[in-house]
Nanobody, 124 residues
Framework: QVQLVESGGGLVQAGGSLRLSCAAS????????LGWFRQVPGKEREFLGA????????YYSDVVRGRFAISRDDARNTAYLQMNSLKPDDTGVYYC?????????????????WGQGTQVTVSS
């Protein structure tokens, strides 16, 4: 069982930056690929990006590629989502998720564990 806790959300002006963290309870954190998703009320949850266990293979959706960056620190059992050049459309609840075998395509069924989410609000 892996428990994930996101943090770092908040209110930021358009053009600003935030870094989200995803802390995992499991000492086997390095065995999992990590994904980041977000959800806006009334819309389906959206895949943002993922990082595989090797920490080298990274995937991003077209919406965030070039603005967001995913990393992981297995010694700290933590993954990160660095978000730059934020836009009001980036507002939503951000989730991290863990799966043992992820493709990088953002299929939610690949992720067995999910955090509770953290709110990000970007003002114009």
């Amino acid at each position: 069982q892996v428990q994930l806790v996101e943090s770092g959300g908040g209110l930021v002006q358009a053009g600003g930056s935030l870094r989200l963290s995803c802390a995992a309870s499991a000492s086997t954190f390095s065995n999992y690929g990590l994904g980041w998703f977000r959800q806006v009320p009334g819309k389906e949850r959206e895949f943002l990006g993922a990082i595989k266990q090797n920490a080298v293979s990274k995937y991003y959706s077209d919406v965030v590629r070039g603005r967001f960056a995913i990393s992981r620190d297995d010694a700290r059992n933590t993954a990160y989502l660095q978000m730059n050049s934020l836009k009001p459309d980036d507002t939503g609840v951000y989730y991290c998720a863990a799966g043992e075998q992820i493709s990088g395509w953002g299929f939610e069924y690949e992720y067995a564990y999910w955090g509770q989410g953290t709110q990000v609000t970007v003002s114009s």
